[in-house]
Structure formats: structure tokens, C-alpha cells
């Protein structure tokens, strides 16, 4: 019953766009998954699919790319960066900066004292407290 769930009568027309072979490969690189339900894989891809587009509509909405008629990444980081709901994607959607000014931020690191280690200690508590 599932691949029926997975495609409309039409056939091409898919209710989930992303593959659900890798999905099913995503999930199962998790060592707590021994076997994956089929509903299980669907409903994931769904809300994966959803909640980017949910992501791409927000920054789109919120982004200079409105101006342009486009989503660009520049958006995209942004939205991580100062949106709470997306704040926990900055790590994978860094702004854009110089190679040089970042290799100049390092060394500031590295003459202050590695500054920024206490910080994220104290975000991941935050973050514990929320859930």
C-alpha cells in the first residue's frame, strides 16, 4: 500500500518529490535504526519536503531576493542567522564572508584567547532547557 501512497493515480505526479531511497539511506546512517516503517519514510520525506519549503517561502519573503524575483542564498543565511526557528540551521547555512577576513577573525581568536569556546557551551545548555 505504500507506493500507492507515495504516487498519485497519475503516476508522475508524486506526493513527496524527494527520493525516498535516500531518505531511507539518511535515516538508516543513524546507528539507533535498525529497520525503517514505509509510513514512517513517507511521513519523514513529507515533512522534510514541507518544512523546506517552509524555510525557502520565509527567506524568500523576508530576503532582498523579493527585489530580484529570487531566492538567493544571501536569504537563505540571513534567515538562519536572525529568524529563532531557524537559528538551529546557521552551522549549515553560514553567511558568506572573504576567505581573508575570515582567516583574519582566527587570528583575533587566537590573540584573545579563544573567546568563543565558553559561548557555545552556554548555548547548548539553553538549548536543553527549550526541549
Not at 36 to 64: M, P, W
Not at 74 to 86: G, I, P, Q, R, Y
Not at 90 to 112: C, F, G, T, V
Request: contains cysteine; proline residues 2%.
Amino acid at each position: 500500500g505504500w507506493k500507492m501512497a507515495a504516487r498519485l493515480s497519475g503516476g508522475e505526479n508524486r506526493l513527496v518529490s524527494l527520493p525516498l531511497s535516500r531518505i531511507r539511506v539518511i535515516m538508516k546512517s543513524s546507528p539507533e535504526v535498525s529497520s525503517i516503517n514505509q509510513d514512517a519514510l513517507f511521513l519523514t520525506a513529507k515533512a522534510t519536503e514541507l518544512f523546506v519549503q517552509y524555510l525557502a517561502t520565509y527567506s524568500y519573503k523576508h530576503g532582498r531576493g523579493k527585489e530580484k524575483n529570487a531566492l538567493t542564498y544571501s536569504d537563505l543565511s540571513h534567515t538562519a542567522e536572525e529568524c529563532e526557528t531557524f537559528q538551529f540551521l546557521a552551522d549549515i547555512l553560514p553567511k558568506k564572508i572573504l576567505a581573508s577576513k575570515y582567516l583574519k577573525m582566527l587570528e583575533k581568536e587566537k590573540r584573545d584567547g579563544e573567546v568563543g569556546e565558553d559561548d557555545e557551551e552556554d548555548e547548548e545548555e539553553e538549548d536543553e532547557d527549550e526541549t
